[in-house]
């Protein structure tokens, strides 16, 4: 247990560090104690799904293309890419588009995401992307741990 007079110990991707004073009641109580005053990052999402009839070479080109941007763009803090799932449940029926493949890309804050899209290895995968595909949706979010962001929905206008 963690006594109200010691410091907490606040870890980021980034660093870690502590903070200076004693916790109040509700800190304490709080599992996620070690990443909820701090943690937050930028996704970017999008979702796509490839032109009817590409050839294999130009899904190949693509691939190496976003594989090259991922490797080379050191703002991006993590990136996963994959295909969907259905497990027929009664929302995949409310689809109107079915979008086959999801790209996440993390990034520590708003200014890591800029430098990502005006870096050439961007430009780059923006022109091989958007001859390749038949469609997209593409959006960026700022995420808290979970509290924080139930709080910013609460507060939501």
């Known amino acids: 247990m ?3 007079d010691r ?3 606040v870890i980021t991707a980034a660093n870690a560090r502590l ?3 004693p916790l109040d009641s509700h800190e304490l109580s709080h599992p ?5 005053a701090t943690a937050t990052m930028i996704v970017h999402v ?8 590409l050839s294999e070479d130009a899904r190949n080109t693509l691939a190496a293309t976003l594989a090259h941007a991922t490797r080379e763009i050191p703002s991006i803090r993590r990136a996963r890419i994959g295909s969907r799932i259905t497990i027929g449940r009664a ?7 079915d979008y086959s493949f999801a790209a996440i890309l993390e990034f520590d804050d708003r200014s890591a995401l800029q430098t990502y899209l005006d870096h050439p290895a961007h430009e780059q995968l923006a022109q091989r992307f958007y001859a390749s595909v038949g469609e997209a949706l593409t959006y960026d979010f700022e995420l808290w741990e ?4 139930l709080e910013r929905i609460r507060d939501a206008v």
């Open 2 to 4: 963690i006594e109200p």
């Open 7 to 9: 410091q907490m110990l």
């Open 19 to 21: 903070q200076p004073g």
């Open 32 to 36: 996620a104690i070690a990443t909820q």
């Open 46 to 53: 999008v979702l796509f799904r490839l032109k009817p009839g």
């Open 91 to 97: 929302y995949e029926q409310l689809m109107t588009t």
């Open 146 to 149: 979970s509290d924080e962001g």
